[in-house]
């Protein structure tokens, strides 16, 4: 039996994603982001309130308060920060978040100082065949071995410096977003950006279906994520089911595609909650939603750092898939249309346990995993050591 209520709204998602990716949010320069996204639940009628740093946590009504359930989304990119101001005018630069900056290299930047923003390049040291032949080849890659070139008349620290450049300034690298016809999503910062709209879509779903969902539902916006806090700390409820989205890498030696959902079945972390995974993996079967299971090996989430920070939750992580994440990324339609299925599948979905509360879960939620038939001992049994170590045994 599939799904009853209306497929997604492709045309508010991209649209919606298309806008979020004209706004620069590195880690730490979020307030843009965050007014964009309260804004929109603002016209959808949702409550929410606004942590002091800029955490957005909604409410979506459900016939049950408590236990309730979270679906977070992180609206930070990677970027990067003014490091230091070279003899030259030109700017070192340090990542914000982990990303080589082999990715770096060539992009088009903004950069936030004193006098507001000035546009500029990312090179390498060495970024001139014509005066450095074969050594363009040999540069290390490495932070080191970039600088950002402003676009502004500046040789020396000072000029820059007058410019009102310094260090910690923000910068943020440019999309370069294509949609092709083809289904396409090129663009930088989908990460995770086209989580946040396809997550921003299924909450327009649930509140244009009028209907009460089975529990209340928290859409959580962080602004942390790509520096490893995310959701700590941010769960005021009691939350017993928490639902991360993020990108899904999709690579040789990984099951992801840019055409599915992926269920992430273990990251960097250990591996996630096995009920609440399985849970939606059922819905994704019911509603014949394309769906992919995965383990990243260098990976972080939002759910991850929920636990870290102490949280008592169930735990998952769901995915668009996307070629060359934390590079130029690419995704397709067909997988944001999978995530948002899922999403709005999951809000209207059951709990996983009628009882699941934090003080004293019943023991029945706990007997899922391991049937009493389910394990074969071994069929070789072990000589009793009394025989072993007999001496009339040795003597013989």
């Known amino acids: 039996m599939t799904e009853t209520y209306p497929g997604p709204n492709m045309e508010f998602l991209e649209r919606t994603l298309l806008e979020m990716l004209a706004i620069p949010c590195p880690t730490g320069f979020t307030d843009g982001i965050v007014r964009y996204v309260a804004e929109h639940l603002d016209a959808m009628g949702v409550e929410y309130e606004l942590t002091r740093r800029g955490t957005i946590r909604a409410t979506l009504k459900g016939k049950q308060a408590t236990p309730d359930r979270a679906i977070a989304a992180h609206l930070d990119t990677i970027g990067a920060m003014v490091r230091g101001i070279k003899d030259n005018g030109r700017l070192e ?3 914000i978040g982990h990303w080589s900056s082999r990715f770096a290299e060539g992009s088009r930047v903004s950069l936030f100082g004193d006098h507001g923003c000035l546009r500029g390049s990312v090179l390498p040291l060495m970024a001139s065949g014509h005066a450095f032949n074969e050594g363009v080849d040999n540069l290390a890659v490495s932070w080191d071995t970039v600088e950002l070139r402003v676009d502004a008349a500046t040789t020396s620290r000072a000029e820059t410096e007058a410019l009102g450049i310094h260090l910690g300034d923000f910068v943020a690298f440019d999309p370069c977003p294509e949609f092709t016809d083809t289904g396409y999503i090129n663009s ?3 990460d995770n950006k086209a989580g946040a709209a396809a997550l921003l879509s299924a909450i327009k779903q649930v509140v244009d279906s009028g209907e009460l969902l089975p529990m209340d539902c928290h859409p959580v916006f962080t602004i942390t994520e790509e520096t490893g806090t995310g959701s700590a700390g941010v769960l005021p409820w009691d939350v017993s089911e928490f639902v991360g989205v993020d990108i899904a890498p999709s690579a040789a030696g990984q099951s992801t595609t840019e055409h599915s959902v992926t269920l992430c079945m273990q990251d960097s972390g ?16 019911r509603d014949e939603i394309p769906v992919r299971r995965d383990l990243f090996r260098y990976y972080h989430s939002d759910a991850e750092s929920a636990i870290r920070s102490g949280t008592d939750t169930r735990i998952a992580l769901i995915g668009f898939g996307t070629d060359a994440t934390h590079g130029y990324e690419r995704t397709h339609r067909d997988s944001l249309a999978a995530l948002n299925r899922l999403l709005v599948a999951y809000m209207f979905s059951p709990p996983i ?10 023991l029945d939620n706990f007997r899922d995993q391991l049937a009493t038939d389910s394990v074969s001992g071994s069929e070789t049994l072990l000589p009793p050591l009394k025989r072993i170590l007999s001496p009339d045994k040795r003597n013989n």
């Open 93 to 95: 630069l340090a990542p």
């Open 188 to 190: 930088r910062h989908l």
């Open 353 to 362: 346990f009628e009882h699941d509360d934090k003080s004293d879960p019943p």
């Open 270 to 285: 250990g591996p996630y909650d096995y009920h609440l995974t399985r849970h939606l993996q059922s819905l994704c079967h």
